[in-house]
């Protein structure tokens, strides 16, 4: 086996591996119908999604009370949201195109998968299992496993430091500013991804360095990456 140079890569979950937004849509609607609030559209969700549980269910908050929740709204909402959320998973999420075949693509390849996402880290492992992905990962972290969850580079700190990598060994994808400016922070690079969810924004701006459409795109290019170094070198 060749001595690539990234030896492993670090993927976030919601918006880059799946379109997870369906259920928790639909979590977020019962949680506001439950508190008898106004209710939210999945396409809203879509522009919440990213920053973790709470900061999904402070959003919603403020969307329906059109103000900013209290505390005290927010933590009642929280739990009343996780709730619905259990219930409802792997009801309507999917798996984006490509990604099964090109994890085992990467792993036969020699690299080492890790998943990097801020959502709660009890619901992360049944969602992997139950599109039977759960065996391509070594190490799964969620928003509350570490102290820090992205844009906080902690998380890859921890991957390089648990894998003993050096920076340039570590690859974050993800289709969210959060990974890359986690990345960024972290000193390593990073793949953007445009299908997911970006709060509306183009992910290319985040300054990624690269940017693709297609998930199965990230094989050949860490492949071609690793030819053109030792082309250099």
Known sequence: MVDIKFKAIAFDLDGTLVDSVPDLAVAAQLMLNELTLPSCSELEVRSWVGNGAEVLVRRALAHAHKQIPTSSQVEQALVVFLKHYHQQLNQHSCLYD??????????????????????????????????????????????????????????????????????????????????????????????????????????GLSGSDAVFDDFSDILSWVLTHFKLRKLSE
């Open 98 to 203: 490509g990604v099964k075949e090109t994890l085992l693509q990467l792993i036969e390849q020699g690299y080492q998968l890790a998943v990097v996402t801020n959502k709660p880290i009890q619901f992360v492992a049944p969602i992997l299992k139950a599109f039977e992905i759960d065996h391509c990962f070594s190490l799964i972290l969620g928003g509350d496993s570490l102290e820090a969850k992205k844009p906080d580079p902690m998380p890859l700190n921890y991957i390089i430091s648990e894998w003993a990598l050096k920076k340039d060994q570590l690859l974050m994808v993800g289709d969210s500013k959060n990974d890359i400016l986690a990345a960024k922070s972290a000193g390593i690079a990073s793949i953007g991804l445009t299908y997911g969810y970006n709060y509306g924004e183009d992910i």
